[in-house]
C-alpha cells in the first residue's frame, strides 16, 4: 500500500515536472515573460520610485526644511499640498487651495464637459455616417476625423488666431483685426479651452463608434423594423446598446485626455489665471518643487485610474448581445427621405465653421505683417521665408524657415517620429499577437492589462514619471535626461495602448488554422511567425505606423518637461513661439505641422488604404490620446 503510495506521488511530481519544463520551453510563455518584465520595468517601477520619493527628504527639500536631513522620512509634502499649514504670508490650506482643490475643480469641469460633448458629438456623426445613406460621406468622412488628427494645441493657437483681443498680451486676432472685439470670457478660460478640446476629442468617439457600428450586422435592425419599430425606437433598443461599450470608451477616453491636457488650458487659461491640475503639475516641476509635482502626479493618475475602472464594470456589467450570423457582416443604410440633402448641409456647415474657417484664418495670419489690414501692401511671406531684420516686428525675427532652430527641430522630430512609428509598429504588432493568441489564458489577460497601463497616465504625467527616472544614471544604463534616446523610449511606452489596439484588431482576423497545421508539420514558432503571421499582417502594419506616426509628430504634453537646449522638436518650438509672444511664428509653424500631418494621412489613404475606424473596432476598451 506504502509502496504504491510513493509510486503515485514519483508519478505526479513527475506530471508536474514535465508540465513546468514544458511550460518553460513554450515560445508563446517565454514571450509573454520577456514582454511583462519590459512593461513591469518600464511602466510600474518609475511609477514606485516617483511616490515612494515623496515621503522622503531630497536634497532640493533642505532649503526650507530646517532640522530635517536628506533621506528622511516625512509626511511635509503631502500636508503642504492637502492641507498646508497657515504663515506669515498665506492664510490655513491658501496653500492647498491653489496647488491642488481649485486646480482640482477645474480639471474636473473640464474633463466631465469635453467628455460629454466629445461622445454626444461624436456618435451621432458615426451613427450618421455608417447608418444613413447620407450624400458625399466619403469626402465628409475623411474630414471628420481632421480634428483627431489635430493636436489641441494647434486647434487652441487656430482659435486665438480668430478671438484674441491683444488686451491680454500679443498681436490682436483676427475679429480685433476687424474692429469687431470678442469679449475675454470667449477667447480665454473654461469656455475655450471646452470648445477646443470638444472638437478634438470627438474625432475619437467617432472613429471608435464607427468601428463598433461597422462590425454590427444591420439585419437585426432591418427585422426589427420589419416588426414595425420606428427609428426612434431602433436607436434606443438596439443600435444604443450595442455600441455603448465604445460609446464608454470614448467618454473616458475625452475625460482622460482633458484632466491631463497641459497645453490647451495653459494657452487659453494661463492669460486669466485659469489654473489646471496638469498646468499646476508642470509649473511645480519647473519651479524645482518636484515632490509637489509628483503628489499632483499621483492625484492625476488615481482619478484617471478609477473613471477606467468604472468603465471597465459598467461595460462588464452590460447585458451581452450576440449580433453574428452565418453570413458575412452587412450593413444597409437608412433611407433618410427628405432629411437627406438638409442634414448634409448642415453637416458640411459644421465642419466648415470648426475645421474650415479656423485653418483659413490661421494661413491668413502667416502672411499679414498687421493682422486686420487687407491691403495688397500688408501681405508678405516674411514669417516664412524672410531674413533676419527684414521687418521691425517681433525683433526682426526671420521667416520660420530661416530660423535657426526650425531645422535642427525639423530633423529631431522627423527621425523621432519614424523610429518611434517603426518601434511601435511592430512592437504593437507583436502584443496584438501574444493577446490575441492568449485571450483565453490568465497570462494574456495580464499582458493585455500591462499594455493598457500607459492609457492610464496623463501624457504629461507620464513625462514626469521619466523625468524622475532617468535624471540619474540606472545600474548599467547611463542617465537619458535631455537625451534623444529617451524622447523615443517615452513616445514608444506612451503609444503602446494605441499601437497594441491595432495590432490586436489586425491580428483578431488572421485565423489560428493555418498556424495549427504548419505546427502539426513541424514548422517552428519563429517560422510561423515569420511565413504565415507577418504576409498576413501586413496591411495592419501600415495603419498601426500611421497611427503612431500622427500622434508622435504633434505630441508636446509627453514630452514637454523632457526638452533640452541639445533636443527640441517642432510641436516644442511652437510652444516656445507662443509663450514669447511670437504669433506669427507659431502660426506659421502649426500651419506647416497640420500641412505635413494631412498631406501623410491623405496618401496613406491613397497608397495603403489605412482605415483609422477599423483599427479603433478592434477593441472597445478605449485607448489614450495625448
Given at each position: 500500500?506504502?509502496?504504491?503510495?510513493?509510486?503515485?506521488?514519483?508519478?505526479?511530481?513527475?506530471?508536474?515536472?514535465?508540465?513546468?519544463?514544458?511550460?518553460?520551453?513554450d515560445?508563446?510563455?517565454?514571450?509573454?515573460?520577456?514582454?511583462?518584465?519590459t512593461?513591469?520595468?518600464?511602466?510600474?517601477?518609475?511609477?514606485?520610485e516617483?511616490?515612494?520619493?515623496?515621503?522622503?527628504?531630497?536634497?532640493?527639500?533642505?532649503?526650507?526644511?530646517?532640522?530635517?536631513?536628506?533621506?528622511d522620512?516625512?509626511?511635509?509634502?503631502?500636508?503642504?499640498v492637502?492641507?498646508?499649514?497657515?504663515?506669515?504670508?498665506?492664510?490655513?490650506?491658501?496653500?492647498?487651495?491653489?496647488?491642488?482643490?481649485?486646480?482640482?475643480?477645474?480639471?474636473?469641469?473640464?474633463?466631465?464637459?469635453?467628455a460629454?460633448i466629445?461622445?454626444i458629438?461624436?456618435?451621432?456623426?458615426?451613427?450618421?455616417?455608417?447608418r444613413?445613406?447620407?450624400?458625399?460621406?466619403?469626402?465628409?468622412?475623411?474630414?471628420?476625423?481632421?480634428?483627431y488628427?489635430?493636436?489641441?494645441?494647434?486647434?487652441?493657437?487656430?482659435?486665438?488666431?480668430?478671438?484674441?483681443?491683444?488686451t491680454?498680451?500679443?498681436?490682436?486676432?483676427?475679429?480685433?483685426?476687424?474692429?469687431?472685439?470678442?469679449?475675454?470670457?470667449?477667447?480665454?478660460?473654461?469656455?475655450?479651452?471646452?470648445?477646443?478640446?470638444?472638437?478634438?476629442?470627438?474625432?475619437?468617439?467617432?472613429?471608435?463608434?464607427?468601428?463598433?457600428?461597422?462590425?454590427?450586422?444591420?439585419?437585426?435592425?432591418?427585422?426589427?423594423?420589419?416588426?414595425?419599430?420606428?427609428?426612434?425606437?431602433?436607436l434606443?433598443?438596439?443600435?444604443f446598446?450595442?455600441?455603448?461599450?465604445a460609446?464608454?470608451?470614448?467618454?473616458?477616453?475625452?475625460?482622460?485626455?482633458?484632466?491631463?491636457?497641459?497645453?490647451?488650458?495653459?494657452?487659453?487659461?494661463?492669460?486669466?489665471?485659469?489654473?489646471t491640475?496638469?498646468?499646476?503639475?508642470?509649473?511645480?516641476?519647473?519651479?524645482?518643487?518636484?515632490?509637489?509635482?509628483?503628489?499632483?502626479?499621483?492625484?492625476?493618475?488615481?482619478?484617471?485610474?478609477?473613471?477606467?475602472f468604472?468603465?471597465?464594470?459598467?461595460?462588464?456589467?452590460?447585458?451581452?448581445?450576440?449580433?453574428?450570423?452565418?453570413?458575412?457582416?452587412r450593413?444597409?443604410?437608412?433611407?433618410?427621405?427628405?432629411?437627406?440633402?438638409?442634414?448634409?448641409?448642415?453637416?458640411?456647415?459644421?465642419?466648415?465653421?470648426?475645421?474650415?474657417?479656423?485653418?483659413?484664418?490661421?494661413?491668413?495670419?502667416?502672411?499679414?505683417?498687421?493682422?486686420?489690414?487687407?491691403?495688397?501692401s500688408?501681405?508678405?511671406?516674411?514669417?516664412?521665408?524672410?531674413?533676419?531684420?527684414?521687418?521691425?516686428?517681433?525683433?526682426?525675427?526671420?521667416?520660420?524657415?530661416?530660423?535657426p532652430?526650425?531645422?535642427?527641430?525639423?530633423?529631431?522630430?522627423?527621425?523621432?517620429?519614424?523610429?518611434?512609428?517603426?518601434?511601435?509598429?511592430?512592437?504593437?504588432?507583436?502584443?496584438?499577437?501574444v493577446?490575441?493568441?492568449?485571450?483565453?489564458?490568465?497570462?494574456?489577460?495580464?499582458l493585455?492589462?500591462?499594455?493598457?497601463?500607459?492609457?492610464?497616465?496623463?501624457?504629461?504625467?507620464?513625462?514626469?514619471?521619466?523625468?524622475?527616472?532617468w535624471?540619474?544614471?540606472?545600474?548599467i544604463?547611463?542617465?537619458?535626461?535631455?537625451?534623444?534616446?529617451?524622447?523615443?523610449?517615452?513616445?514608444?511606452?506612451?503609444?503602446?495602448?494605441?499601437?497594441?489596439?491595432?495590432?490586436?484588431?489586425?491580428?483578431?482576423?488572421?485565423?489560428?488554422?493555418?498556424?495549427?497545421?504548419?505546427?502539426?508539420?513541424?514548422?517552428s514558432f519563429?517560422?510561423?511567425?515569420?511565413?504565415i503571421?507577418?504576409?498576413?499582417?501586413?496591411?495592419?502594419?501600415?495603419?498601426?505606423?500611421?497611427l503612431?506616426?500622427?500622434?508622435?509628430i504633434?505630441?508636446?504634453?509627453?514630452?514637454?518637461?523632457?526638452?533640452?537646449?541639445?533636443?527640441?522638436?517642432?510641436?516644442?518650438?511652437?510652444?516656445s513661439f507662443?509663450?514669447?509672444?511670437?504669433?506669427?511664428?507659431?502660426?506659421?509653424?502649426?500651419?506647416?505641422?497640420?500641412?505635413?500631418?494631412?498631406?501623410?494621412?491623405?496618401?496613406?489613404?491613397?497608397?495603403?488604404?489605412?482605415?483609422?475606424?477599423?483599427?479603433?473596432?478592434?477593441?472597445?476598451?478605449?485607448?489614450?490620446?495625448?
Amino acid at each position: 500500500m506504502k509502496k504504491g503510495h510513493m509510486k503515485a506521488r514519483c508519478s505526479k511530481t513527475k506530471r508536474i515536472k514535465n508540465t513546468i519544463l514544458g511550460a518553460a520551453k513554450d515560445p508563446y510563455n517565454i514571450i509573454v515573460i520577456i514582454l511583462l518584465l519590459t512593461l513591469g520595468y518600464l511602466i510600474l517601477v518609475p511609477l514606485f520610485e516617483m511616490i515612494h520619493s515623496t515621503f522622503f527628504v531630497s536634497f532640493s527639500d533642505l532649503r526650507h526644511m530646517s532640522g530635517a536631513q536628506e533621506g528622511d522620512f516625512t509626511l511635509h509634502h503631502w500636508r503642504r499640498v492637502f492641507n498646508s499649514p497657515g504663515t506669515a504670508t498665506a492664510l490655513p490650506r491658501q496653500v492647498s487651495n491653489s496647488l491642488m482643490y481649485t486646480p482640482f475643480r477645474n480639471s474636473l469641469f473640464l474633463g466631465i464637459n469635453v467628455a460629454s460633448i466629445s461622445v454626444i458629438l461624436g456618435s451621432l456623426m458615426a451613427w450618421i455616417m455608417i447608418r444613413t445613406d447620407l450624400p458625399g460621406k466619403k469626402l465628409l468622412s475623411v474630414i471628420m476625423i481632421i480634428p483627431y488628427m489635430l493636436p489641441t494645441w494647434t486647434i487652441s493657437l487656430m482659435w486665438l488666431t480668430v478671438f484674441r483681443t491683444g488686451t491680454r498680451g500679443g498681436m490682436p486676432g483676427f475679429l480685433a483685426g476687424m474692429g469687431l472685439q470678442a469679449p475675454n470670457w470667449l477667447a480665454y478660460g473654461p469656455f475655450p479651452i471646452i470648445v477646443v478640446m470638444s472638437l478634438s476629442g470627438f474625432g475619437s468617439t467617432y472613429l471608435l463608434v464607427s468601428g463598433a457600428l461597422s462590425s454590427v450586422n444591420s439585419e437585426v435592425e432591418e427585422m426589427a423594423s420589419i416588426m414595425g419599430a420606428g427609428k426612434v425606437r431602433l436607436l434606443k433598443k438596439i443600435t444604443f446598446p450595442l455600441v455603448l461599450p465604445a460609446m464608454l470608451s470614448g467618454f473616458i477616453l475625452s475625460f482622460a485626455s482633458a484632466m491631463g491636457s497641459f497645453s490647451t488650458p495653459h494657452l487659453l487659461g494661463a492669460r486669466v489665471g485659469y489654473d489646471t491640475i496638469a498646468t499646476m503639475l508642470v509649473s511645480s516641476i519647473r519651479n524645482r518643487n518636484l515632490s509637489t509635482g509628483y503628489i499632483i502626479t499621483i492625484v492625476l493618475i488615481i482619478i484617471v485610474a478609477v473613471a477606467v475602472f468604472v468603465n471597465q464594470k459598467m461595460i462588464g456589467l452590460r447585458r451581452s448581445y450576440a449580433t453574428i450570423m452565418g453570413k458575412g457582416t452587412r450593413t444597409t443604410p437608412l433611407a433618410l427621405g427628405k432629411a437627406k440633402y438638409p442634414l448634409f448641409v448642415f453637416l458640411a456647415v459644421f465642419l466648415t465653421i470648426t475645421v474650415g474657417i479656423p485653418m483659413f484664418v490661421l494661413l491668413l495670419d502667416t502672411v499679414m505683417l498687421v493682422p486686420g489690414v487687407y491691403a495688397l501692401s500688408n501681405f508678405t511671406l516674411h514669417y516664412w521665408i524672410g531674413e533676419r531684420g527684414g521687418i521691425e516686428l517681433f525683433a526682426g525675427m526671420p521667416g520660420v524657415f530661416r530660423h535657426p532652430w526650425f531645422w535642427r527641430s525639423f530633423r529631431t522630430t522627423i527621425l523621432l517620429t519614424v523610429c518611434v512609428a517603426v518601434i511601435g509598429m511592430f512592437a504593437g504588432q507583436f502584443l496584438g499577437y501574444v493577446c490575441t493568441r492568449g485571450r483565453g489564458r490568465l497570462s494574456g489577460k495580464i499582458l493585455e492589462q500591462c499594455a493598457f497601463l500607459p492609457y492610464m497616465i496623463p501624457s504629461v504625467t507620464f513625462g514626469a514619471l521619466y523625468l524622475e527616472m532617468w535624471i540619474e544614471p540606472r545600474w548599467i544604463i547611463p542617465s537619458l535626461y535631455g537625451s534623444f534616446a529617451l524622447l523615443v523610449l517615452i513616445c514608444v511606452v506612451n503609444g503602446l495602448p494605441s499601437a497594441s489596439r491595432a495590432g490586436t484588431a489586425n491580428m483578431m482576423q488572421i485565423g489560428y488554422d493555418l498556424e495549427e497545421a504548419a505546427s502539426i508539420q513541424g514548422a517552428s514558432f519563429l517560422r510561423r511567425f515569420r511565413k504565415i503571421v507577418l504576409p498576413l499582417a501586413k496591411p495592419g502594419f501600415l495603419t498601426g505606423f500611421i497611427l503612431i506616426f500622427m500622434s508622435t509628430i504633434t505630441t508636446l504634453d509627453l514630452i514637454i518637461l523632457l526638452m533640452s537646449s541639445e533636443v527640441t522638436t517642432l510641436s516644442y518650438l511652437v510652444f516656445s513661439f507662443s509663450e514669447s509672444g511670437e504669433s506669427a511664428h507659431a502660426s506659421v509653424l502649426s500651419a506647416f505641422m497640420f500641412l505635413l500631418v494631412l498631406a501623410t494621412y491623405l496618401i496613406s489613404i491613397k497608397i495603403g488604404k489605412v482605415d483609422l475606424a477599423a483599427a479603433y473596432g478592434g477593441s472597445s476598451g478605449g485607448g489614450k490620446g495625448k
